[in-house]
């Protein structure tokens, strides 16, 4: 099949490469973010989807949004069988959807209906739940509310941060948007209607979502923390200064630790919760690179009566 391609992020390429590794489909073009400043030169680069796709020979397009009308013409010439959407990040206008003889599919990180939004794993991981997965769904007006042409599922293990299951997650469903595309073209797939009335829904994550709360239990911080890394990034405050974190190890059992109280040792930080406690793992203070905690912790010296997470007082800091 002739297939439009539309992604951005490196969770995009397993599908695009599957596409273009495929004997049966010819990728016709390829929709992307525009370039964008990245390193600390903050030089302009292509998004991932952008520099495989050129290195491949493909036709890419960065518009701003679907509704230019030059780009509706090309998406009209490209005369696709099929547009095939994975984390584009860009909505796709009523007018479009049915210029595809098969529509635009989508795939989605999560088991559809749950999870409907910009951050499907991350909220899962945040939410506890055991199990996740991947979706296959046309897409309509709604905000992932299409019919579902398949699913697989995937275990969220105890250690998983958003990356790593993001992850497994793009390489199992490169397989799975290959199998629904084999059966709209022999027209054995047939798409099931969601039921809205289970949906849930997984808004962006902004950067207010990484602060840690500490009064929260053991479980609930170390999912926090596994949920916004790589990004938005975990984070507290020493001394009134933010405190990057990176995964924690939980200690339920720990009970003698205030909320955000800290005991140092030789060779580990600790840090109380509302029940238990966590291990801290690496740590990047306010413009430095990332750290063991321990040594953090020799460097930094805090007082045994040092609360993370607590405002400094204004005498403090302007002493």
Known sequence: MRV??????DTALPVLNALISSREHEVVGVLTRADARRGRGRGLSPSPVAAAARAAGLEVRTPA????????????QLRADVAVVVAYGRLV????????THGWINLHFSLLPAWRGAAPVQRAVIAGDAVTGASVFRLEEGLDTGPVYARITEAIRPADTAGDLLA??????????LKVLAGLETGAVAPEPQDDA????????????GRVDFSESAAAVDRRIRAVTPAPGAHTTYLGDRLRLGPITPLPEVTDLAPGALHVTKHEVRVGTGAGAVRLGRVAPAGR????????ARGARPATDTVLGRPQPQEDRTA
């Not at 439009?4 to 992020?9: Q, S, V």
């Not at 949004?65 to 009209?76: G, K, M, S, Y």
């Not at 206008?93 to 595809?100: E, I, K, N, Q």
């Open 168 to 177: 497994r997650l793009a390489e199992a469903g490169a397989p799975l948007v």
């Open 93 to 100: 206008p009523a007018a479009l959807l049915d210029v595809p």
């Open 65 to 76: 949004n679907l509704r230019e009308p030059d780009i509706q013409t090309w998406v009209h």
């Open 198 to 209: 289970a949906a849930t829904h997984a808004p962006v994550l902004t950067s207010a979502d």
């Open 4 to 9: 439009l391609f539309a992604g951005t992020p």
């Open 289 to 296: 690179n990332w750290m063991d905690a321990d040594a953090w």
